[in-house]
């Protein structure tokens, strides 16, 4: 069992930060030993300070490759990771799965994202993406997530989720978003 915490902003009305409640998450270490062992290799050093950077509406909330104090570095990533795919733990909502390049199967590293709605299509895509933990807790949190509005980074539909963000301070919209 791992707690991940965040700095979702649980009352957007009172000043500051209100902390939301975590997201509670088991590893199926039995069945993905490889894929959880890479994950907790990461959970207590590069993923401190690390953001989501990828999301988008009934899609997937993905994590595990940026720091927020350098947005635009990768954390390190010394080794690509096996492929452990098995369609008998698909990428149904609330599981979480590695994220990997189009490049092939084996070219996970240290993002992960965590699965929104059923998406069954990705049991078949590129070798699979390899489900390794499932959230027992935390999900309403999750969907708030990916509720966020969001800057988008690439042409896919997903995009970074930012909170208590104006993209248009001076109330001109001939000028560009900070």
Known sequence: IVTLTTNLDADLDTPGIQESAPIVIE???????????NFLSYLNSEYIGTFFHRA??????????????????????PFDLHNEFDPSRSNVEGTIAMAKTGLGPHTATSEWFINLKDNLNLDGANGGFTVFARVISGMDVVKRISELPYFNVADDGTGVPV????????????????
């Open 27 to 37: 590893l199926l270490d039995d069945e993905e030993p490889l894929s959880v062992q």
């Open 56 to 77: 988008g509406a009934d899609f997937v909330v993905q994590g595990g490759g940026f720091k927020a104090t350098t947005p635009d570095t990768h954390i390190p990533t």
């Open 163 to 178: 909170q208590n963000y104006d993209p248009d301070p001076d109330f001109n919209p001939n000028t560009p978003p900070p």
